[in-house]
């Protein structure tokens, strides 16, 4: 018998290196709990949707090996098609689960349709996008027409109110995008009035190496879990001295984009 989680595996196609050209949009919809947990509803698709197991079946390993050619070749046609129609596939067994489960909101949905306005407009596809087990939207692109991108979900969708200052993490990106004129027809072809608040922040990155192991010489904590380094006292104010800062610790984070949503779920059939 299997132990549980022994056979999900993941396999490294190319290093963080490989395609350092490939960018990413992270547009936060909600940072809210879900009303189905990815868990739930894995197991209710498993039980009740036809499309899941035709999927896994059929779709999987052709759909796959198309990704990984189109990655390894810096294919950014293919590859974001790809990664597109396999997003749609996977919300579609979501509606195919019964009860079906709604994973993606209005502006979801929106985000999607800017996107294909967006390539239409340009001629070319230069956006791609993908939906895990919920409403926020993981962009693709490439360097070149990251701030194109980042001007229309702006224009589209711009900050809340009071948040336009940290609705971009980047403010340089934030400054190339406001010098970057939207392409000519997408107006015409995507009419959706601005949305204001309807995304919370945007995290413009690229790929990283992800989790990795440190040094020794890295680790901020001893083996039973306290800091090796404690910030010095502040000194009284008055003394004629500057207050002391508390120390400031920088941690490195690593993103992993999933650039084929819910691939778990396609080998859940197997069990």
């Not at 949707?49 to 896994?56: F, T």
């Not at 509606?95 to 909101?105: A, K, S």
Request: hydrophobic share 40%; aromatic share 6%; charged share 15%.
């Amino acid at each position: 018998m299997c132990v549980e989680g022994a056979d999900s595996k993941a396999r490294l196609v190319g290093p963080a290196s490989h395609w350092p050209d490939l960018k990413v949009l992270i547009c936060v919809v909600s940072d809210s709990k879900k009303a189905v947990s990815s868990t739930a509803g894995m197991q209710t698709s498993v039980e009740t949707s036809p499309l899941l197991k035709h999927r896994a079946s059929a779709v999987v390993q052709p759909r796959l090996a198309e990704l990984e050619k189109a990655y390894l070749a810096k294919d950014f046609h293919s590859f974001a098609k790809l990664t597109m129609q396999d997003s749609n596939q996977f919300h579609s067994t979501c509606l195919d689960t019964y009860p079906p489960i709604f994973y993606l909101t209005d502006t979801s949905r929106a985000v999607i349709q800017l996107c294909h306005a967006l390539n239409d407009a340009c001629g070319e596809v230069r956006v791609g996008y993908t939906f895990d087990a919920g409403p926020n939207a993981v962009l693709l692109t490439t360097t070149q027409h990251m701030p194109l991108l980042l001007a229309a979900v702006c224009h589209y969708f711009p900050p809340p109110p009071g948040g336009a200052s940290t609705y971009v993490n980047k403010a340089d990106m934030a400054a190339a995008a406001a010098a970057t004129p939207l392409p000519e027809g997408l107006v015409g072809k995507f009419k959706l009035a601005p949305q204001r608040g309807a995304i919370k922040y945007l995290y413009a990155t690229g790929i990283g190496p992800g989790a990795h192991v440190l040094p020794p010489s890295a680790t901020l904590a001893d083996a039973q879990g306290n800091p090796l380094e404690l910030a010095p006292p502040k000194k009284k104010k008055g003394a004629g001295l500057p207050t002391e800062p508390p120390l400031t610790m920088a941690l490195g984070v690593g993103l992993a984009v999933a650039v084929a949503a819910g691939t778990a779920w396609l080998f859940a059939t197997r069990r």
